[in-house]
């Protein structure tokens, strides 16, 4: 069982920047795939960005694309996700969740989420 942290979130006005980290206590994120996902209100659950567990290859969503970046630090203890050009479609809960293996379709493991909200 893996327990996922989120920080990081908070109201910002629209344009602005963000950064959102995730951390596992007592274990090295390089173990796993990570991936981010938000909820809106009202919304289902949506695909944000990932980044793989080999190469740390990354992948982000149309809706975000040119503004957010996810990344691993140099120790793999967290992976952050920066948020640039902040848009009011963007408030949501972030969650930070895990899979075993790169190959696996579905994240296993899920953090409790971070509140982003966004004013224009």
Do not use: H
Request: hydrophobic share 30%; proline share 2%.
């Amino acid at each position: 069982q893996v327990q996922l942290v989120e920080s990081g979130g908070g109201l910002v006005q629209a344009g602005g920047s963000l950064r959102l980290s995730c951390v596992a206590p007592g274990r090295s994120l390089s173990r796993y795939a990570m991936g981010w996902f938000r909820q809106a209100p009202g919304k289902e659950r949506e695909f944000v960005a990932s980044i793989t567990k080999s190469y740390s290859i990354t992948y982000v969503a149309d809706s975000v694309k040119g503004r957010f970046t996810v990344s691993r630090d140099n120790a793999k203890t967290t992976v952050s996700l920066q948020m640039n050009s902040l848009k009011p479609e963007d408030t949501a809960v972030y969650y930070c969740t895990a899979r075993d293996t790169d190959s696996e379709t579905d994240y296993a493991y899920w953090g409790q989420g971070t509140q982003v909200t966004v004013s224009s």
